[in-house]
């Protein structure tokens, strides 16, 4: 099985994954990036259909803020615990624009992706625009963190 597609344009993508892009763009509307200016919107489908978003959350001390993907993720497990996520759709823009630009989970999210993988013990479908436009759907959080992290390095 193909780990991941690239798709030329968002039109192409099927309709579940267009609505979630949709959620997700509608949501950087509420991110609060007053530094980078770079505003992130992830939306996260449950297995009952439930859409949950998130946007990027920046802070002074920046450490301390909070990517889109971790919001929403975080908020679909404390909101609706013993659902499972099916899909994720992250995407970005700048403040002084409407259009959307590349952005990819970053490194952190990728491994909180993987966490909630593991805990349902099921895919969960990541779409994001890729730096040349299209649009990527990897089959998995798996696919995106080959390496990582795991209950099993903790065990040995």
Known sequence: ???????????????????????????????????????????????????????NQENAAYPSGMCAERVAVFTAASLHPDTEIKK???VARKKSSKELTPATCCGSCRQVLLEMENKQQKPIEIIM????????????????????????????
């Not at 690239?6 to 950087?28: F, G, M, N, Q």
């Not at 625009?129 to 065990?155: V, Y």
């Open 129 to 156: 625009q890729n730096h040349d436009h299209s649009w990527i759907k990897a089959i998995s959080a798996a696919a995106l963190l080959p390496f990582g992290f795991t209950r099993a390095n903790l065990e040995k």
């Open 1 to 55: 099985m193909k780990e991941f597609t690239r798709i030329e344009h968002l039109d192409d993508l099927d309709t579940e994954s267009k609505y979630l892009v949709h959620k997700a763009k509608e949501a950087t509307s509420h991110a609060y990036a007053p530094y980078s200016k770079f505003l992130v919107g992830a939306a996260v489908l449950l297995v009952d259909g439930t859409v949950i978003t998130g946007v």
């Open 88 to 90: 994720i759709a992250v």
